[in-house]
C-alpha cells in the first residue's frame, strides 16, 4: 500500500465497519505508519473504523488490553513525524499545572478576548509557552534525558518524560514563570499565529 492520504482514505472507507483484531499486513503497516502506535502495536487487541456522527469523518479507533477505545489520528500514519518533541513532552509535563489553574477560576469562565462561554483553552499569557521552553533550555544544567527513555500519555498519545531532575526543575522553573488566561479555541488560535 502506497503511503498516501488518498490511498489510506480510500482503504480505510474500503474497511468502514471493521471490528476485529489487526491481524492482516495491510493493518499492520497502518499501524507501524502512526507515530504514537508503532511500538505498540502488540498491544491493540481491536480496530474500529467507523465515521464521526458530529462530521461524518472516517475515525479508526483501537483498543487495548479489553480497555474503552481510544480515537486517533489516521492522518498521522502518513504526516512525518512532527519536530519538537521535546516541546511536546514538556507541555504534557506541566499540563496538570493548567489543569489546577482553571479548575481554581471563578466560574462563569469566559474567553479573556471574545467573552465567549465555549471551548475554553487555558493560554500563556505575557510569555509564550515556547519563550518559557527556551529559556529553561538554554541554563546549561538542564539537558533532557535521553529520548530512549521517554514513554507516552496513554490518554494524550503526547510523548512523556521520565521522572526525574530534569522533570521536577522543569516543573518548578514553569510553575514560577507562568501566567495563564483563558482563551476560547478560536481566539488562541489567532493568537497562536500572530506569535
Known sequence: MERSITVLRNWLESQLGFNGPPTSPEWQLVLSWHP?????????????????????????????????????????????????????????????????????????????????????????????????IDTFLEQSANTAPDRSLWGFNARTHAPRLPKGAFVQNWRAYHSTHAQYQLLCRSCNAKKGARV
Not at 488490553?65 to 504526516?79: D, E, K, L, P
Not at 512532527?82 to 462563569?108: C, D, F, N, V
Open 36 to 132: 504514537s502506535w508503532a511500538a505498540r502495536i502488540h498491544e491493540v487487541q481491536t480496530v474500529r473504523v467507523r465515521r464521526s456522527r458530529l462530521n461524518n469523518s472516517i475515525q479508526l479507533q483501537l483498543s487495548m488490553n479489553g480497555r474503552r477505545y481510544f480515537t486517533i489520528s489516521w492522518h498521522a500514519c502518513i504526516s512525518p513525524p512532527k519536530e519538537g518533541s521535546l516541546e511536546a513532552a514538556m507541555r504534557e509535563a506541566i499540563g496538570y499545572q493548567t489543569r489546577i489553574w482553571k479548575a481554581r477560576q471563578p466560574k462563569p469562565w469566559l474567553c479573556a478576548t471574545c467573552r465567549s462561554p465555549t471551548l475554553l483553552q487555558v493560554d500563556h499569557n505575557g510569555t509564550p509557552l515556547k519563550t518559557i
